[in-house]
Antibody, heavy 122, light 111 residues
Framework: QLQLQESGPGLVKPSETLSLTCTVS??????????WGWVRQPPGQGLDWIGS???????FYNPSLKSRVTISVDTSKDHFSLKLNSVTAADTAVYYC??????????????WGRGTLVTVSS | NFMLTQPHSVSESPGKTITISCTRS????????VQWYQQRPGSSPTTVIY?????PSGVPDRFSGSIDSSSNSASLTISGLKTEDEADYYC??????????FGGGTKLTVL
């Protein structure tokens, strides 16, 4: 069964770059049936879509974060990555990676990773 | 872009039926599919409804979704409430592309 696992530093200093990786196991990230994405959740708050990508490298970003976000893929390692630069305390959140079925037009998340907490603090 | 507005919290007794609303601020609710996610404390979200009214396998038929164009809103209805349904519920839609928007979430208390 396919699983997603986030990994990366749990603590990032203000103004630095947050870097996370999502590893896909039990399946291939190169499947034409799926897109892949990142969602974050600040402590005690709701969900916020960061961006999504296709295995070809095509990316889509939340306009509110677009200037600071890069999502990339490494198909040879079956993982995709998130970089968020110039972070502030407002970027402190649990970061989830998730899968989106390409069929239909729902663009919904059908599988989620367990999430990883990233704290921005000096 | 548009916003999705949900009630902050709802509560009901076990065995009863509850409906959580999700109102779209601009554009038609019917123009793009709506999803609903359940998030229990300390856990990742899981999908309970996708594409307005579809249930993933394993989700009981006590969960149903609907769209009301007159109020420009979507609804998640849970019948026969169980204590295990206590969770946060988020609606989600998009702008016609993969760009997603989440509602603020509704805390369901089953008491």
């Amino acid at each position: 069964q396919l699983q997603l696992q986030e990994s990366g530093p749990g603590l990032v200093k203000p103004s630095e770059t947050l870097s996370l990786t999502c590893t896909v196991s039990g399946g291939s990230i190169s499947s034409s049936r799926y897109y892949w994405g990142w969602v974050r959740q600040p402590p005690g708050q709701g969900l916020d879509w960061i961006g999504s990508m296709y295995y070809s490298g095509r990316t889509f970003y939340n306009p509110s974060l677009k200037s600071r976000v890069t999502i990339s893929v490494d198909t040879s390692k079956d993982h995709f990555s998130l970089k968020l630069n110039s972070v502030t305390a407002a970027d402190t959140a649990v970061y989830y990676c998730a899968r989106l079925p390409a069929a239909g037009t729902g663009w919904y998340f059908d599988l989620w990773g367990r999430g990883t907490l990233v704290t921005v603090s000096s | 872009n548009f916003m999705l507005t949900q009630p902050h919290s709802v509560s009901e007794s076990p065995g009863k039926t509850i409906t959580i609303s999700c109102t779209r601020s601009s554009g038609s609710i019917a123009s793009n599919y709506v999803q609903w996610y359940q998030q229990r404390p300390g856990s990742s979200p899981t999908t309970v409804i996708y594409e307005d009214n579809q249930r993933p396998s394993g989700v009981p038929d006590r969960f149903s979704g609907s769209i009301d164009s007159s109020s420009n809103s979507a609804s998640l209805t849970i019948s026969g409430l169980k204590t295990e349904d206590e969770a946060d519920y988020y609606c989600h839609s998009n702008d016609g592309s993969i760009h997603g928007v989440f509602g603020g979430g509704t805390k369901l208390t089953v008491l």
